[in-house]
């Protein structure tokens, strides 16, 4: 586990040097697992594919701020499928300002996949989640994992859209306490 | 709304915990995750609930099934990234400052820096007027500690590295490598980190030497990489910049 680790790690930084052997290898170790991340949270297969070629485009163009050792190389690039997931997601959705404007904006950002952290704290979360009950574990599950809105949350456990909200973020005030704790 | 005081799990940083929560989730709308994507840039206290949530919350990706790739999206990626050079149009150019502009902003400092530096070195330059010079301030990566700066004149064909910081490791040697768009990087040979080291180019290497050019070290063999192509970790990059 830990060696195919820090292969995927090598892969990445090789392909910071514009290694594109090295770039081939990566994606046919670790495609499989982005076009999950995809496919999951977009949910048509056209879709989903069309993302995994632009994520590992930005793949390609962001492998040099990957940080070795500091974080998981997997959780660095689910969370370039995952982000980019979300933002097609939202990019879709109906609202009145500019979205293509935001949609841009989104892509340079604060380099959300640095904080993709090594995975010691994995199973830390699930322990967590198993102290909320049940449903309310399996709205911050759908969120994180099927890309679901509060509206499609609400819909889904059939309760008004105010209550998903209290309930949800008061999950995750309890999550973050057990979490510290 | 701007600072939230002391950290701590209080009410008060509750909100804003929250709130990055559900940012990492992906429940705000585009104009709301826009707007905390601006704060979480700005403000530390949001960046550490960021890295604090994203952690966290990543545990949660061995839920993501494996699905094999459908056929053809490598090819289309390649195809995209390395155009032909004649249908390359639009092709490296663009892309390489995408890629590599994040990495010569936080250069920036260092590399004036590296100027003044590079200038006190009492040699004298070569007088034909139209000599460029080139420096690039190679910044540690990955807390390698390893840091040099370049300088290159193009009336001698002569980079002077010196190492400004950095340990030499036994039985490995660091690798030095110029990277020219999406090209892969071509090697420049083995460098020492306790002395200054002076690099001939050859005439191929001269003519792709100029302002962008991406200069790395990585931590190879001894000996270097057998096979031209960079096998160690990065431990120092930076771009090419005309004094």
Redesign the interface.
């Known amino acids: 586990m830990s060696s195919a680790v820090s292969e995927i790690s090598d892969l990445i930084a090789r392909t910071a040097l514009r290694d594109r052997q090295a770039f081939r290898e990566l994606y046919r170790l670790t495609s499989a697992k982005l076009f999950g991340v995809t496919f999951r949270i977009l949910k048509d297969r056209a879709e989903a594919e069309e993302a995994l070629q632009e994520v590992y485009v930005k793949i390609w163009r962001r492998a040099d701020r990957y940080v070795a050792g500091a974080y998981s190389p997997i959780s660095w690039l689910v969370a370039v499928a995952r982000n980019h997931a979300l933002d097609v997601l939202r990019a879709r959705r109906p609202r009145n300002d500019d979205l293509d404007a935001a949609y841009d904006i989104a892509d340079p950002g604060p380099d959300p996949e640095r904080a993709a952290l090594a995975g010691d704290e994995r199973g830390r979360i699930e322990g967590c989640l198993d102290q909320l009950e049940t449903d309310k574990a399996d709205c911050v599950r759908g969120a994180y994992l099927d890309g679901y809105t509060y509206d499609e949350l609400a819909q889904r456990h059939g309760v008004p859209l105010n209550t998903m909200r209290t309930w949800l973020r008061r999950s995750l005030i309890r999550l973050r306490e057990c979490l510290t704790a | 709304m701007s600072v939230n005081g002391d950290s701590d ?1 209080g009410d008060a940083s ?1 909100g804003d ?2 709130l990055v ?2 940012y ?4 705000l ?3 709301e ?2 707007r905390v ?1 601006r704060r ?2 700005a403000e530390p206290e949001m ?1 550490a609930e ?3 949530w ?17 056929a053809g ?2 090819e ?3 195809g ?3 155009p032909d050079a004649a249908a390359a149009r639009r092709g490296g150019w663009w ?1 390489s400052v ?6 010569a902003a936080g250069s920036v400092a260092v590399a004036v820096a590296a100027i003044g530096f590079a200038l006190m070195q009492p040699r004298p330059l070569d007088p034909d007027v139209f000599a460029t010079q080139l420096v690039a301030a190679l910044q540690a ?3 390698s500690g390893v840091e040099f700066v370049a300088l290159y004149n193009s009336a001698t064909g002569e980079v002077r590295l010196t190492a400004l910081s950095g340990q030499a490791i036994p039985n490995r040697d660091y690798e030095l ?1 110029y ?1 020219r768009g ?4 071509v090697s420049m040979g083995v460098i020492p980190v306790d002395q200054r080291t002076e690099i001939e180019l050859g005439p191929e290497a001269q003519a792709k030497f100029e302002p962008g050019t991406v200069l ?1 070290v ?1 931590l190879e063999q001894k000996g270097g990489s057998p096979t031209g ?3 160690g ?2 431990v120092a ?1 930076g771009t090419a910049t005309p004094i």
């Open positions: 799990s509750g915990s929250t929560a559900e990492v989730l992906g429940l709308d585009a104009a995750h826009e994507r979480i840039a960046a960021f890295r604090f994203q952690s966290r919350l990543s545990s949660l990706d061995e839920g993501f099934a494996e699905s094999p790739a459908p999206v490598l289309r990626v390649e995209r990234l390395f892309d995408a890629l590599w502009r994040g990495l990566q990955e807390g490598w990277i999406d090209e892969p990087a790395a990585t192509v960079a096998q970790p990065i990059v």
